[in-house]
């Protein structure tokens, strides 16, 4: 089981997807964890996904824990196919709770009431792709695949 969940070929493309997702998803939980970059830090993001958005407490936190180690995970390559779902779970969560309601496109001209769904489908499109091909070259999944090979 754990050689299917971390078995990865030393692809750069993966390498470039996951680096790219786990940058972003990292800085948007540490903004939720550590209040960094303007965030609000961990128990105000606490209390607005439970009491504003009755999001459970437990769900809450496994979704500030999907983006904040989530995206540690992606950038070290550390169960990427893990990182990668608990990202995609965040953003269908995130489009049917929020988004989906403000259409298509983001809200670049400040015209429309919120942001639509564009860039959910992207890092559900990323996501997907680590999810299927693994975490890719330089990564600690491929170390491990490469140590279990032997």
Not at 50 to 78: D, K, N, S
Request: hydrophobic content about 55%; charged content about 10%.
């Amino acid at each position: 089981m754990l050689r299917r969940l971390i078995y990865t070929t030393p692809d750069t493309s993966r390498l470039m997807l996951r680096l790219a997702l786990g940058v972003v998803f990292f800085a948007h939980g540490a903004q939720k964890v550590l209040g960094w970059w303007g965030g609000r830090g961990f128990s105000a993001t606490m209390e607005g996904f439970t009491h504003f958005m009755g999001i459970p407490g437990l769900f809450a936190f496994l979704a500030i824990a999907a983006e904040f180690a989530g995206g540690l995970g992606l950038i070290l390559g550390l169960l990427g196919r893990v990182a990668a779902f608990g990202i995609a779970c965040n953003m269908v969560v995130a489009i049917v709770k929020v988004h989906a309601v403000n259409g298509m496109f983001m809200n670049w001209a400040g015209n429309q009431k919120g942001e639509g769904i564009e860039f959910h489908i992207l890092v559900l499109g990323m996501a997907f792709a680590i999810m299927i091909a693994g975490s890719g070259a330089l990564s600690v999944d491929r170390a491990l695949t490469r140590a279990m090979q032997k």
